[in-house]
């Protein structure tokens, strides 16, 4: 064949002309199939296909594999070299700044030498500067004037930007916001920085030059990121405020400069404002001279108060580098999802302040962290909402929960946390398709559930092992989850109208899977039966009216004859099933060849009998107790009273004396089985049943009469 291939050279030429950019798939099947000599050359060309299938595939693995560690490996290098700029800006910016303070001081200085030449430079650079103290005052006056003129503009500040003396405009201007997801315009808004906050205003359409207030952002918690221009894109810069970001269009690019320098040189003339007079609160103040006295007992009590130090005089040092960047390493922490991180910040300053004295700064320096505290709990509750992911089970939550209980938030962690997993329980049961049989349907109910609520139950008692108090709350969680299963249970079991046996055995794998719960201390059965207790009583008094109603039909086309089998099979049948029913004395009722010398009444009567009560007791708890013996009494008396009358009223010897012999049969070997099987199956004998055991006629019937009473 011409196209037939070796093992070595063939397979490198096939490769080279199913690459070739020419090759024709239709093309090359029909020449092969034209020169094949018959299906076994075909199939040879397969499997040589399918090798170097496999070969290309396993060649295309190990290139991806090496590019992704190349592209890891880049990615880390980038990393590297990204943090390397930044830390070479902030260099830059240091330097920057210490040559702008050295030009300053030497100004300065040669403003000292000499004074009008030093009056002559600032009144050319600037001829607004101030020269003297009344003229400083008049610049101050000047500036809140300038802001108070540009804020009366605003609509809704007046009540949120109280006048201070210290507050003051510092730079205006229209900017257009983008959304940050989509980079569509938003709105045009105008943006006025102060020395200490950011205001933000949208333009009103219909007044020229007023405008609404939207938002007020504090410089100490307001980061200022460069966009890089991405056209048509460009111009922006991007502000962060934990937890939102916004980003504005300027102008042009010169005003974006402006914007970002004037953002940056206010934050650090604000930080450096704070830190100072931190230092100064922070200084010891001398205290007042007190006024001489000329009592001479004054003298000793003056020693003694000497002796005893002022809590007044304790100064809290609040000055430390870690107290001073405290918020902005939270906002940073949040940021990240760093939790562990800003809890563990939060005991520090804890601790650091729990014997100091409560001053103004700590006052102060308390409100910016419980600010952030406000924060780190919303993030942490987010994170427990049942909006987020239910994957991963309860240990998923761990993390939030045990931070929150670190924040003394043990309350609401326990309350998030059941809720959590309450949605989680319901989620996985609605999921669970209804197919197949309804017991196979249960037993993935009941694993589904239980498992579930034991790993709950589990990590409840890791996450709040030292808060007693939250149990409680883990009982009535439990009691309500039990609930919703319960529901679920009844409305596939009892609800569908499923038989009494199928309905035992779905409570019984119920039961058996509650039982798993007593590992850890945890007894729901009492609840379960609770429940359920409705709905068996429900199901067991509608089999007894299905058994009473058959029984009846039974006994009004009662003949009373004999049972003829036909065949020695279906005798044997009969008895293996009176004997599991628990008559082992059916043998004596048994005649020759294939008789029974008991009605078919009797016997069906006797089976059905019995294999409600077998289906009863796994049902049984002693809610029910009345309830079964109750049901067991109806359908005993209705075959009991079809006997005794069908005697009474019988003219034929022979057939009153076949009568006779299924009475005994009833009062002496099915009612004693009866009272023995649930004596067992309950525990405690039944009164009922012992009196329908010795009683010679369970009802007496007027002798005259020839209908039923049943």
């Known amino acids: 064949m011409a196209l037939s291939l070796g093992e070595g050279g063939g397979g490198s030429r096939l490769r080279r002309q199913l690459e070739s950019g020419g090759f024709a798939a239709g093309e090359y099947v029909k020449q092969l199939s034209q020169q094949s000599d018959g299906d076994r050359d075909l199939q040879e060309h397969r499997q040589r296909i399918q090798a170097l299938s496999e070969e290309t595939a396993q060649s295309l693995k190990r290139n991806v594999y090496q590019n992704y560690r190349q592209f890891i490996e880049t990615a880390r290098e980038i990393s590297y070299l990204e943090s390397e700029m930044y830390q070479l800006s902030h260099i830059l910016t240091e330097q920057k700044g210490i040559m702008e303070a050295v030009t300053q001081a030497l100004l300065l200085q040669a403003d000292r030498d000499d004074p009008a030449l030093g009056a002559r430079r600032a009144a050319a650079a600037d001829p607004f500067l101030p020269l003297s103290a009344k003229d400083a005052a008049a610049n101050e ?64 359409p219909n007044r020229r030059g007023a405008y609404r207030y939207d938002a007020l952002y504090p410089l100490d918690g307001l980061a200022v990121v460069n966009v890089k221009d991405n056209p048509p894109m460009k111009d922006m810069f991007k502000l962060l405020m934990f937890p939102e970001s916004r980003i504005f269009q300027a102008e042009n690019a010169k005003i974006k400069k402006e914007w970002l320098e004037v953002l940056e040189e206010t934050k650090r003339n604000r930080a450096l404002s704070e830190k100072r007079r931190l230092e100064q609160e922070a200084l010891p103040r001398p205290a007042p001279t007190p006024p001489e006295s000329t009592n001479p ?108 209980i670190r924040l003394g938030q043990s309350t609401k962690a326990c309350e998030l946390f059941l809720k959590n997993r309450a949605a989680a329980v319901q989620t996985a049961i609605r999921q669970l398709r209804i197919e197949g049989a309804t017991l196979l349907y249960i037993h993935k109910l009941c694993h589904v559930f239980f498992t579930s609520l034991l790993e709950t139950a589990r990590e409840f008692e890791t996450d709040f092992a030292g808060n007693n108090g939250c149990y409680s709350a883990f009982v009535v969680w439990a009691r309500s989850s039990m609930r919703m299963f319960v529901d679920a249970f009844s409305k596939q079991v009892f609800d569908s109208k499923e038989s009494l046996s199928t309905a035992a055995e779905c409570v019984k ?31 067991l008094q509608s089999y007894k009216d299905i058994i009473i109603e058959a029984t009846k039909h039974r006994n009004s086309e009662e003949m009373w004859r004999k049972m003829n089998l036909m065949t020695p099979e279906a005798l044997g049948k009969l008895r293996e099933e009176m004997r599991s029913c628990g008559v082992g004395n059916f043998d004596q009722y048994t005649g020759d060849d294939c008789w029974v010398n008991l009605s078919y009444t009797v016997v069906a009567f006797t089976k059905q009998t019995m294999a409600f009560l077998e289906e009863a007791l796994k049902l049984y708890f002693p809610e029910l107790h009345m309830v079964l013996l109750e049901s067991l009494v109806e359908i005993i008396l209705v075959a009991v009273q079809h006997v005794d009358y069908s005697l009474r009223c019988e003219q034929d010897p022979e057939k009153k004396a076949f009568i006779r012999q299924n009475a005994s049969f009833l009062y002496e070997t099915v009612l004693p089985v009866v009272e023995k099987r649930f004596e067992e199956g309950v525990g405690k004998p039944a009164k009922q049943l012992q009196d329908l055991r010795n009683a010679s006629r369970l009802m007496r019937i007027n002798p005259e009469s020839t209908t039923s009473v049943v």
């Open 297 to 404: 007992f004054d003298e000793d009590e003056d020693e003694e108060e000497e002796d005893e130090p002022s809590a007044e005089e304790e100064v809290v040092d609040l000055s430390l580098e870690w107290i001073q960047e405290l918020p902005e390493d939270l906002d940073v922490c949040i940021a990240q999802r760093d939790f562990e991180g800003a809890v563990d910040l939060l005991d520090k300053l804890n601790e650091y302040l729990a014997d100091k004295p409560v001053s103004q700064p700590v006052k102060e320096l308390r409100a910016k962290v419980d600010e952030r505290v406000r924060q780190l709990t919303d993030v942490l509750v987010f994170e427990l909402s049942p909006d987020r992911s239910l994957r991963g089970g309860p240990r998923a939550t761990r993390r939030a929960v045990s931070q929150l």
């Open 509 to 539: 794998v119920a039961k058996e899977h509650c039982k798993q719960l007593s590992e850890i201390g945890l007894d729901l059965t009492f609840i379960i039966h609770a429940l359920l207790v409705k709905d068996i009583k429900g199901a």
């Open 141 to 204: 006056e000047g500036r809140q004037r300038t802001l108070t003129t540009l804020l009366e503009k605003v609509e809704g500040c007046r009540d949120l930007l109280p006048e201070s003396p210290g507050k003051y405009l510092v730079y205006n201007g229209d900017l257009v916001e983008y959304d940050a997801d989509h980079m569509a315009q938003i709105q045009r808004v105008h943006a006025f920085l102060m020395n200490d906050c950011l205001l933000v205003a949208t333009a009103l």
